[in-house]
């Protein structure tokens, strides 16, 4: 079955310290997102993809940066984690927006504290 | 300013009942979707619904993309339709989401 994976489920971190989320599909999907969801704000995009090799900033991508070194692979990477990066990051996989029929996959979250 | 604003923000009902959700957007936009998220959980896909109405089951969507909203009905409410309700509008590769309708229902 197609399914967006994410690692670690949780993960506590230290001011300073670096922090890698990963994130694997199997939708072959070309498009890979990165959000994060905090009360009040709803889903906020960090970072998108468009395949292998591309990045893209989204909405909300200082303090962040992604890799995307395969198709099934997305990385968000927090390279001097700090306390208001506190939060439940979500990986989806999905065709483009505008399409005629948008399939958007997420995956479970990754609940990060950073202390 | 918010893109996308929802209400309510929050709702309870008793098992049985209808609930209207809402959701508007301040700018034009390609299409629009609404998810379902379980309690500390993922999201799920419920309806992409650029324009007209969409049901599935007890859950209704209508879009007016010229009056930049869209509403999901849930009629007969079920404890386990509990969670939160999450639209979100399609423009080009990205998706900007509304902050969501926390649903309640009381058995």
């Known amino acids: 079955e197609a399914a967006v994976t994410q690692s670690p489920r949780n993960k506590v971190a230290v001011t300073g310290g670096k922090v890698t989320l990963s994130c694997n599909q199997t939708?072959?999907?070309?498009?890979m997102y990165w959000y994060r969801q905090d009360t009040g704000h709803g889903l906020r995009l960090i970072h998108y993809?468009?395949?292998?090799?591309?990045?893209e900033k989204g909405d909300i991508p200082d303090g962040y940066k992604a890799s995307r070194p395969s198709q099934e692979n997305f990385s968000l990477i927090l390279e001097l984690a700090t306390p208001s990066q506190t939060s439940v990051y979500f990986c989806?996989?999905?065709?483009?927006?505008?399409?005629?029929?948008?399939?958007?996959?997420f995956g479970s979250g990754t609940r990060l504290l950073v202390i | 300013g918010q893109q996308v604003q929802q209400s309510p923000a929050s709702l309870v009902l008793q098992e049985g009942e209808n609930a209207e959700l809402q959701c508007n957007f301040s700018?034009?936009?390609?299409?629009m979707q609404w998810f379902y998220q379980r309690p500390g959980g993922s999201l799920v896909s419920l309806f992409y619904?650029?324009?007209g109405t969409k049901q599935s089951g007890r859950l209704t969507s209508t879009t007016v993309i010229k009056e930049r909203r869209s509403s999901l009905h849930i009629s007969s409410s079920q404890t386990t339709d509990s969670g939160t309700y999450l639209c979100?509008?399609?423009?080009?590769?990205?998706?900007?989401f509304g902050t969501g309708t926390s649903l309640l229902v009381d058995p």
């Open positions: 979100a509008m399609g423009m080009g590769y990205k998706l900007t």
């Open positions: 989806a996989s999905g065709d483009p927006a505008g399409a005629s029929n948008s399939d958007y996959t």
């Open positions: 619904n650029p324009s």
């Open positions: 700018t034009s936009l390609n299409s």
């Open positions: 993809s468009y395949g292998a090799g591309s990045t």
């Open positions: 939708n072959n999907h070309n498009n």
